[in-house]
Each structure stands twice: as C-alpha cells, then as structure tokens.
C-alpha cells in the first residue's frame, strides 16, 4: 500500500501533444503522465505504466509535461470547437500542480479560446482555480467519489485527499453556481444512502460506475478480505440502494453500468 511517505519520482518532460482526441468526449488533456494518486482500481495505470517505459510502479512516479500550455496555446487555433475532459489518465490536481500550476495555465489558454470542459478530480486543489473556472464558456467539474467512508477512500486512493475534503470542495464550487457532478466509481464498500444524501444540493449530475474485474485489482481485494466486494452481486445491490435514494432525493443520474 501507497503510504504518505511513499516517494513518488518526479521528471520533467516535453510534450509533442496535449489535445488529443478522446472517445467519451472530443478531446482529452492530461498535463501529467502518472498519478500520485495511486488508486488500486486505477484502469489508467495498467497500461499507463508500461506506455510510460516507467519502473516505478503506478503512483510512484509522474511525468510533468512543461510545455502543456504552450502547446495547448498552439493547437487551439487549429482545433475545432469541442468539450476537453482533463484528465482521462491523471488526476490534473494532484500534488504536483500545487507547484507546476499546468492545469490551471491550461485553463486560462481554454478559456481565452471558449472551449467547453469537463474537470474530473478527486482533490480540493480544484477550487484553487475558482476565478478561472468561473470565466469558462462551459464547464462542468466534478468529483470522483466511489465511498462515503474515508477509511475505505484512504485505502483504496492512498494519495488522494479524503472524502470529506471533496465533499467540501464540492460545496465551495456549488456555492459559487458552477455546474457540477460526482461519479461513484468503481463503487467501493459504503452507505449507499449515507453517501447519496450527502450530495444533495452539490451535485447536479451524478454517475455511477462498478469495477472492471482485473487479476491486479481483484488480487488488492483479496489481500483486504473484501473479495466479496468485487462480486456481480454486489454492484447490482449497491446500485439498486444507490438509484432508489438517488431518485428518492430528486438527484439526477446516469449509470454506467
Ligand atoms: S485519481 Fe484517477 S488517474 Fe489518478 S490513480 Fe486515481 S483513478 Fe487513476
């Protein structure tokens, strides 16, 4: 396990791209490669890794792309219109933006140019960048929250700040009438109904999302005692709790599942 003593390995690289097209939305934008995050259900990281030509394993090292906002200030022109998800395979407010500031400077060139965003966390750095969020055309940010429980977050996300640091967060950009979402995946052991009431009035969207069954991930259960966990049967029965409070809280949501 990912402890707060862990080393993560810090390099500086130059970036031949940094808009890329993306399947789920048109474009992708991940000013890091790597993830202090180091979550154990990190689908990013089984591939991440090895694309990365990284030894160290996932979580224990990132690749800073220095030059991401000038290269997003040269592809932008030449881009068509369309809604940029940061990030598809980092965290782009983990630890190390407190000090390279890469995604916020993304941002300003973003939104110089009005192009819709989609910010997917799981850190309060994000409201940080409050004065450039609330300048962008269209945004919607959100968090990754798969427990109510921060003893179950703490172990699966080691390097992640705590749920209820998020949930505050939350309640700081919600406070200022951005657009937002949570998405509860892969959902971990937690009160289904304790964690829907907590975001009434946060979240304006919320997804829901199960694991993707993997050798690496279901050995992590396994080695916890919470292989049952990971199991068809309990997806469906922490979906059908979540959706019934959902609903019966008027919350709006997608599953994805
Ligand atoms: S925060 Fe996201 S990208 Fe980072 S390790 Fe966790 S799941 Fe992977």
């Known amino acids: 396990m990912i402890s707060i003593l862990t080393v993560v390995k810090i390099s500086e690289v130059q970036a031949r791209s940094i808009l890329n097209k993306s399947k789920i939305f048109d474009y992708c934008l991940n000013p890091y490669i790597g993830c202090s995050h180091g979550c154990r259900y990190c689908y990013a990281g089984l591939f991440m890794t ?8 996932w979580g224990q090292f990132v690749d800073v792309k220095l030059n991401a906002p000038e290269l997003l200030r040269r592809q932008l022109p030449r881009a068509r219109r369309g809604t940029v998800w940061i990030a598809s395979v980092c965290d782009p407010y983990q630890p190390v933006e407190s000090r390279y500031q890469l995604t916020r400077k993304c941002l300003r060139e ?46 699966f996300e080691p390097g992640a700040p705590s749920v209820t640091r998020r949930l505050k967060a939350l309640e700081k950009i919600k406070a200022v009438n951005l657009r937002t979402f949570v ?14 009431g907590r975001l009434i009035g946060l979240a304006d969207k919320v997804f829901i999302d199960r694991l993707n ?20 049967d309990f997806f469906k029965q922490m979906k059908e709790r979540l959706v019934t409070e959902l609903e019966r809280s008027g919350l709006s949501f997608e599953l994805i599942f």
């Open 50 to 57: 090895r694309y990365s030509g990284h030894s160290e394993p």
């Open 213 to 232: 069954y993997t050798g690496q991930f279901i050995n992590f259960y396994r080695s916890q005692g919470l292989l049952s966990c990971a199991s068809d």
């Open 183 to 196: 998405f509860i995946g892969p959902i971990l052991p937690q009160n289904p109904e304790g964690l829907a």
């Open 110 to 155: 973003l939104s110089r140019r009005a192009f819709p965003v989609f910010i997917q966390t799981k850190s309060d750095l994000v409201v940080r960048d409050l004065d450039i969020l609330k300048d962008l055309a269209e945004l919607e940010v959100g968090f990754s929250i798969a427990t109510d429980d921060d003893r179950t977050a703490a172990l």
